[in-house]
């Protein structure tokens, strides 16, 4: 029996992880893929997935496009997810992680959508962490608080949804904004001495995994609050020194130091990390270890170095591995 083309559109497709569950979702094959970002033109060729520019914070747009499109999913990747910058720009970060959830919400009522959520481990202190899904939030800084708001917009909007927690995503993509593991390649790989907090404790989480991970919730047709991260529990500075280890770069360039010495504008929750139980069993995820995840970051790496993977053409080529 043929499965049902279900639509799905992606917000912040332009995003790390907008990339990886746009071309995720495409390769597919049984998806009618949508994308929107806030960018005026996709990464992507519009020929190859369609594309419109949207900006969340306006609720008559938002209105517009997704009564046009009509999306049985949307799944939010769109956010302000630069803590210290949240700090300084609160109108910016709640007019963009809180009201822009209101207003995707406001519309996908509209159409009878599912709204599928990024949020964060920073909804938590970092006093008690590992964290499953029943522990309380206690957001530090103001962008833990934006996003502990935009899911409470969720569980008071009347519509089906899904909640998914994430921490220290890293991965690769086109024009990509710098993630903990770019930043360390890229210092690293041009002999710079680096600082790096031996203190914050947490997941980080391949966003392949993450990718493969909704695309789940979606077939599965999953609604509630998952925590989905990577399957270490590993210091920033034990991370830095895999990834000097799998790379093949000096060790001896990464200092450790406290979060209090960087002074920091934002609070950082220091004992975090996830308990992923849930998702493991639920969804059927088998998250990355940090040496894996390394290994797959840098083959990408390779081949987009050696132009092997051509994004524009992969998406028409290539089948979803079953």
């Known amino acids: 029996m043929k499965t049902p083309v279900k639509r799905v559109l992606i917000v912040g497709c332009n995003g790390l992880l907008g990339q990886k569950l746009s071309e995720l979702f495409t390769l597919c094959g049984h998806f009618d893929v949508l994308l929107a970002s806030q960018e005026e033109q996709s990464v992507f060729p519009d020929e190859v997935l369609p594309y419109v520019h949207l900006d969340i914070m306006r609720r008559q747009d938002v209105q517009k496009v997704v009564d046009q499109l009509e999306p049985g999913v949307i799944i939010n990747a769109a956010a302000v997810t630069d803590v210290d910058l949240c700090e300084r720009e609160r109108e910016l970060a709640w007019r963009v992680n809180v009201g822009g959830v209101e207003n995707l919400a406001y519309a996908a009522k509209l159409v009878g959508a599912n709204v599928i959520h990024l949020s964060t481990d920073y909804v938590f202190d970092g006093k008690n962490g590992p964290y499953d899904e029943s522990a309380r939030p206690s957001p ?47 210092n690293l790989s041009e002999g710079k001495p680096i600082r790096v907090v031996d203190d914050q404790i947490g997941n980080p989480t391949l966003v392949d995994d993450l990718a493969y991970a909704i695309l789940n919730i979606v077939e599965l047709n999953r609604t509630g609050l998952y925590h989905i991260a990577g399957r270490d529990l590993v210091s920033r500075y034990d991370y830095a020194l895999a990834l000097a280890r799998i790379f093949n770069f000096d060790r001896n360039l990464i200092t450790p130091v406290k979060t209090s010495t960087l002074k920091q504008l934002a609070p950082r929750p220091l004992k975090s990390g996830f308990i992923t139980l849930k998702a493991e069993t639920e969804l059927g995820t088998k998250p990355s270890g940090i040496d894996h995840g390394l290994e797959v970051l840098k083959n990408q790496l390779e081949a987009q170095t050696k132009n092997i993977t051509e994004y524009n053409g992969s998406l028409k080529r ?5």
């Open 318 to 322: 290539h089948t979803y591995p079953s």
């Open 140 to 186: 530090l800084g103001y962008y833990g608080k934006t996003k502990l708001a935009s899911e409470n917009v969720l569980r008071t909007s009347e519509i089906p949804y899904t909640l998914v927690r994430t921490m220290i995503l890293y991965g690769t993509g086109l024009n990509v904004k710098q993630n903990f593991a770019l930043w360390l390649i890229k």
